[in-house]
């Protein structure tokens, strides 16, 4: 599939020659009704199914049980109605159907092949679920029919997946059927209006690669990582450009939606007005985004380098970020710090990273001179360009593992030395040539993100995060982890000072972030152990932050990095009864109750 922009250039997107590569091998099977699929799931970590089932459906058939190895696998009984629930044969007889006369445009993926598999899979093994099947529309009349399918069938479960990389288990994976939207990867810019229109299947870093060539950036998320725009967006979106334009949220023009009665709209603030709000942080509780249309800014030099600090300089690190944080005014600047803990073949790492960032050359009052002085790293002014560009993908490759949270400690090297970066060749959090093909694809590692939202940062506040983050370390070892990583992240009192009113409250005058948690571990075993230490550090961390004025019960909870039994309440606030109205306007018979997320009520 051909990436159609505006003023006529087009280039083929990631999505399309990894995904659909995969889906095509994975095709012959539909359309041959003896043919039974061989099960396996990969790194998903669902072996009952994976191992014990042989299952095929297909236009004309039931499903096959014939080949049945519950004697040697037990855990095969795992459902005995997994494949014969009559709603589920039906529903998804229509959906092949569907897909056959779109000519497979639209992709309908059995149990077990390549492309179901890409189909389900999320960036951490713990995210992914063993789907029933999986179907990749490829337009929206198609997903129109698909949504009218499960409309007819209300006992059919499902989930939508963009990037799939949420970490809550169930928020875009399903035991039901699996949509994934990896079709939907069109990028258009519009040279007259300076917008960019995104489909819902794209991922941030084939977005920044297309728009920089047009010498413009956007309000985004993190790469190297798989990080999808459609969620991300959804959420809110927060970026290292927050303090200049707000959220993600703040910088939406226009999105398209197939309702759950089937219909496709546009929404904006002039039409759809209601629905529009809504979407801007109301999560996937009112249809199926297909696109989002974004504003563009201009991309000019920027600078970003990643500071390593031994952990014994914890206070001296921390003594630095505070002065940054009480004199830097620069709306241009930015830093994100991050306590960093890995157990690596047996032996722990620990140290302390600074990401800097500013959004143009450096200017003569450097607002990171007091970290770069405390750093052992040596400055290296910008060098001719082509010397540049080759060490701009070595140092990009490190950040975005780095900032992204999403790597394999193994694979992380010392960091380049610093430099000015040629804007013209990259953008924000990515960059043009070379990108690092690690990140990409599921992580054999479980995780969770969790959060508490702070409005500013203080000495005994960092305090605690260091204690809290050395607490976690202490147990990785113990019980399988591979990483603990607690951010310091700090905006200006102004971040929201563009702010439009939307689905989740952020007003000009009221400063929030979110102070963010990422363990990573493996073994399904220790999935208790890892989340209870989340939440009893994130519980220390918020006392010593309502202690310190930087937080209280006003600041909404940011859904994109929430742990999954967050009350929706403490998400959306004084907005959730206006969103209810919502909601049951869009999708009175709860449709999107089926899937996962967090979901708003139909009423109070």
């Excluded at 999320?122 to 997903?143: K, T």
């Excluded at 798989?226 to 927060?238: D, I, P, S």
């Amino acid at each position: 599939m051909i990436l159609h922009l505006a003023d006529g250039a087009r280039s083929q997107g990631p999505a399309d020659s990894q995904v659909n590569g995969d889906v095509h091998a994975g095709r012959a099977n539909l359309d041959d009704p003896g043919n039974t699929c061989a099960c396996n799931m990969g790194n998903t970590g669902k072996h009952s199914i994976a191992q014990g089932i042989h299952a095929s459906i297909d236009y004309n058939d039931e499903p096959d049980h014939s080949d049945n190895h519950t004697d040697r696998y037990p855990d095969a009984n795992y459902d005995t109605d997994f494949w014969s629930e009559e709603e589920y044969v039906k529903a998804t007889k229509e959906m092949q159907k569907i897909c056959k006369d779109s000519k497979h445009v639209s992709q309908f993926l059995r149990f077990g092949g390549a492309g179901y598999n890409l189909s389900v899979s999320h960036q951490f093994e713990s995210s992914s679920e063993v789907a029933r099947c999986a179907v990749q529309p490829g337009n929206i009349d198609d997903l129109k029919k698909i949504m009218k399918v499960f409309m007819a069938y209300d006992k059919v479960k499902f989930a939508v997946k963009g990037g799939g990389h949420s970490t809550n288990p169930g928020f875009s994976s399903t035991t039901g059927i699996q949509i994934s939207m990896a079709n939907f990867n069109e990028l258009e810019y519009n040279s007259n209006t300076q917008n960019l229109r995104i489909g819902a299947g794209c991922l941030f870093d084939e977005v920044y690669k297309e728009i920089a060539q047009y010498k413009r950036n956007i309000v985004g998320g993190a790469t190297a990582a798989g990080v999808g725009v459609a969620g991300w967006l959804l959420g809110g979106g927060y970026s290292l450009l927050t303090n200049q334009h707000g959220l993600g949220i703040d910088n939406l023009v226009e999105v398209q939606v197939v309702l759950c009665n089937g219909e496709s709209v546009k929404a904006s603030a002039e039409r759809n007005s209601d629905l529009f709000f809504a979407i801007r942080g109301g999560g996937n509780n009112f249809g199926i985004v297909t696109s989002f249309t974004v504003k563009t800014y201009p991309l000019g030099p920027i600078y970003r380098n990643m500071l390593t600090f031994p952990i014994d300089k914890s206070a001296k690190v921390k003594e630095t970020i505070m002065n940054f944080i009480d004199k830097c005014k620069d709306k241009k600047a930015a830093i994100v710090g991050a306590y960093r803990h890995f157990c690596i073949r047996g032996e722990r790492e620990d140290k302390i990273t600074v990401d800097l960032f500013y959004d143009g050359p450096l200017p003569s009052d450097n607002p990171f001179e007091e970290l770069l002085e405390l750093s052992d790293d040596k400055w290296i002014h910008h060098e001719d360009h082509d010397e540049a560009d080759k060490k701009l993908a070595e140092n990009f490759a490190f950040m975005d593992q780095l900032f992204s949270h999403i790597h394999d400690p193994s694979r992380v090297s010392a960091p380049p030395s610093h430099r000015q970066v040629d804007g013209s060749q990259l953008s924000l959090q990515t960059y043009a040539k070379n990108p690092p093909k690690s990140g990409v694809g599921e992580e054999n590692v479980r995780a969770r993100w969790g959060t508490v939202m702070v409005s500013h940062f203080t000495p005994k506040l960092l305090d605690e995060i260091d204690v809290q983050s050395k607490l976690a370390a202490s147990k990785l070892k113990e019980y399988e982890g591979k990483t603990a990583v607690i951010d310091i992240w700090p905006f200006l009192p102004s971040m929201f000072d563009t702010s439009t009113s939307a689905a989740w409250p952020h007003e000009k005058g009221r400063p929030n972030g979110p102070l963010l948690a990422c363990f990573q571990w493996e073994g399904e075993s220790n999935d208790s152990f890892w989340i209870g230490m989340m939440k009893q550090i994130l519980q220390s961390i918020q006392k010593v932050a309502e202690a310190e004025g930087c937080t209280n019960d006003k600041l909404p909870k940011y859904c994109n990095t929430s742990l999954a039994d967050t009350p929706v309440q403490d998400i959306y606030k004084e907005h959730l009864p206006k969103l209810i109205a919502i909601r049951a306007k869009y999708d009175p018979n709860n449709m999107m109750g089926r899937t996962g997320g967090f979901r708003i009520p139909l009423a109070l």
